[in-house]
């Protein structure tokens, strides 16, 4: 059985940091990309970071530049999201994805991903 669990959500204050972990069952990394998605509430999920697990190439989303760091350990199947100088509208649930696809594909048929973890909250307070 494939599986997808996030961990390492929580309650911070702004300028503030969290860690969140996608650890991944049943498959392996090779050929996929692997990316974190946030949904607040009343919007729509959004791309915030992905990698690929092949070249190690990655994506970030704009309001992320500079602040988020998305890191890959294969041996491990897991995949981390470093968050840092976190701000209020970082406020969402995160989920990771993952799909045997291109980070460009990943982005653009975000609803149609082949697996997704059940996602953990991130709350930021002012």
């Known amino acids: 059985e494939v599986q997808l669990v996030e961990s390492g959500g929580g309650l911070v204050q702004a300028g503030g940091s969290l860690r969140l972990s996608c650890a991944a069952s049943?498959?392996?990394?090779?050929?996929?990309?692997i990316g974190w998605f946030r949904q607040a509430p009343g919007k729509e999920r959004e791309g915030v970071s992905c990698i690929s697990s092949s070249d190690g190439s990655t994506y970030y989303a704009d309001s992320v530049k500079g602040r988020f760091t998305i890191s890959s350990d294969n041996a491990k199947n897991t995949v981390y999201l470093q968050m840092n100088s976190l701000k209020p509208e970082d406020t969402a649930v995160y989920y990771c994805?993952?799909?045997?696809?291109?980070?460009?594909?990943?982005?653009?048929?975000?609803?149609?991903?082949?697996?997704w973890g059940q996602g953990t909250q991130v709350t930021v307070s002012s």
């Open positions: 994805a993952a799909d045997q696809i291109t980070i460009a594909t990943m982005l653009w048929m975000i609803t149609r991903l082949r697996y």
């Open positions: 049943g498959f392996t990394f090779d050929d996929y990309a």
